[in-house]
């Protein structure tokens, strides 16, 4: 029943959020941190490319990473459309095996948070493995400060002069003994006045208390540098982990 970023989402991310369009100011804010790197750096759930194309026009060394194949298609029509190129891979982040260091890993506006909990270690292991020594990871951290329970928000996305999205957001259940809350997604795409496609998403949404977090990658050969809130702005529900891979 279920689809996480299938063709329609994939459509309405296009559109909302666009390629180059900064949210509360997260490009910036990793470019500021990203452009004195000189190796690799690697975007994990690179999406349809809105962070990735920036830091690729600024000239920056920039690979991806998704496991959904069509926000890839997404991707790599957008990386043509913006002259732009890289390698980006179709791997789960739970099974990442890419045959190359990266000097930084990052991993924007809160998916790490979808990441199930209780095998959130392969993924950091993951990247872990993946990095050169004293390689860093910036992620994001969010809170679900704005959830209600059985709340229901209703937007509408035009597409092209016949087909419009009808997009529904439903705010399922919250747990605060797990730490996550869980959301139903529901795409409508509608033709000259008639739904001709539906998809539907189901989320859930983890999140971390700050010190558990650094017991957590202590644990797995992380040392944290530092938090940042909300993108240096204040941006509410949003904290951003810098950590750096300690020598083997």
Not at 23 to 36: A, K, N, R, T, V
Not at 56 to 64: D, F, I, S, Y
Not at 80 to 88: D, I, K, Q, R
Request: aromatic content about 12%; glycine content about 8%.
């Amino acid at each position: 029943m279920f689809k996480e970023y299938g063709p329609l989402s994939t459509m309405m991310y296009q559109k909302t959020k666009a390629v180059g369009q900064s949210l509360d100011g997260d490009i910036e804010y990793y470019y500021d941190f990203l452009q004195d790197v000189k190796g690799s750096i690697l975007e994990a759930g690179v999406g349809t490319g809105r962070v990735l194309i920036p830091l690729l026009e600024k000239g920056l060394n920039v690979e991806g990473v998704d496991v959904s194949e069509d926000m890839l298609s997404q991707c790599k029509q957008n990386m043509e459309a913006y002259s732009v190129s890289t390698f980006v891979y179709q791997q789960d982040l739970f099974d990442l095996s890419l045959n190359k260091e990266y000097e930084a890993i990052i991993m924007p506006t809160g998916s790490f948070c979808l990441l199930e909990k209780d095998r959130i270690e392969k993924v950091l292991r993951g990247f872990y493995h993946c990095l050169s020594c004293k390689g860093k990871v910036i992620l994001d951290l969010i809170v679900p400060n704005d959830f209600k329970k059985g709340k229901i928000t209703q937007s509408k996305i035009d597409i092209s002069n016949t087909e419009t999205i009808i997009y529904t957001h439903y705010d399922e259940s919250i747990d605060w003994i797990s730490q996550q809350t869980t959301s139903i997604d529901k795409y409508e795409l509608i033709n000259e006045g008639k739904v001709v496609e539906t998809e539907y998403s189901h989320f859930t949404l983890y999140w971390y208390g700050l010190k558990e977090f650094e017991w957590l990658i202590q644990s797995l050969g992380f040392k944290l540098i530092k938090y940042d809130d909300g993108y240096n702005r204040g941006v509410p529900g949003i904290v951003t982990a810098i950590l750096e891979k300690q020598e083997e």
